[in-house]
């Protein structure tokens, strides 16, 4: 019997899995209620979101965005979201792909107004 090992992730001390939509809006509510300013808004939103996503034997490392905050680096938690995003969502994907009526044009006027 072939014996298959595991693959080294890039996350240290626990695997990093999908979270539901409804965990990514608790993610959101967190992360509005600690970040400081709309500038910090991006990072905290990024802990809260790792924070359920890394788990470790089957449970969550950090309870929370904050306790991550509190226990990792910023260079560690980039590289968390940008192994997240890489693993679990298509970045290949254009707009007109997910959408074949998206208006490029018309996405563009808007956003700038």
Avoid: H
Avoid at 44 to 64: D, F, Q, T, W
């Amino acid at each position: 019997m072939l014996r298959i090992g595991w693959k080294r992730r890039p996350e240290r001390g626990g695997r990093l899995r999908p979270i539901s939509a409804w965990a990514l809006l608790q993610a959101r509510e967190e992360a509005l209620c600690m970040a400081a300013s709309q500038e910090s808004f991006g990072l905290c939103l990024n802990a809260c979101v790792i924070s359920r996503a890394l788990l470790r034997r089957g449970k969550p490392v950090y309870e929370s965005g904050e306790a991550l905050l509190r226990g990792m680096t910023e260079p560690q938690l980039r590289s968390l979201t940008e192994a997240y995003l890489t693993r679990f969502t298509d970045c290949t994907q254009t707009p007109a792909a997910v959408n074949p009526n998206f208006d490029a044009a018309r996405f563009e006027e808007l956003r700038g107004q």
